[in-house]
Nanobody
Framework: QVQLVESGGGLVQPGGSLRLSCAAS????????MAWYRQAPGKQRELVVR???????NYVDSVKGRFTISRDTAKNTVYLQMNSLKPEDTAVYYC?????????WGEGTLVTVSS
């Protein structure tokens, strides 16, 4: 059974940084893609960044140059380094993984950017 567990969310001031983690219960090399999504209050869930099994990445324009996705295959963990955070980055951040045509989701971690 595939489980994804996010951590690292919290309250941060504008301009600050956070690093989110997504720990998988299986080897992450088995996933075709992994991604971070976010959902702000009253808005639809949106893709933040996706990374493919061969390391290609695709970022939403609003986070380019500020957010970085990375993987640690030894720890079966994907990270999202978020710098220069803005109030509009406030959302619940979800980890996503695709394997054998099945999408898996974590339960999310809340990021609040506020002074």
């Amino acid at each position: 059974q595939v489980q994804l567990v996010e951590s690292g969310g919290g309250l941060v001031q504008p301009g600050g940084s956070l690093r989110l983690s997504c720990a998988a219960s299986v080897s992450i090399v088995s996933f075709k893609t992994m991604a971070w999504y976010r959902q702000a209050p009253g808005k639809q869930r949106e893709l933040v960044v996706r990374i493919t099994s061969d390391g290609n990445t695709n970022y939403v324009d609003s986070v380019k140059g500020r957010f970085t996705i990375s993987r640690d295959t030894a720890k079966n963990t994907v990270y999202l380094q978020m710098n220069s955070l803005k109030p509009e980055d406030t959302a619940v951040y979800y980890c996503n993984a695709l394997r054998f045509l099945t999408n898996y989701w974590g339960e999310g971690t809340l990021v609040t950017v506020s002074s």
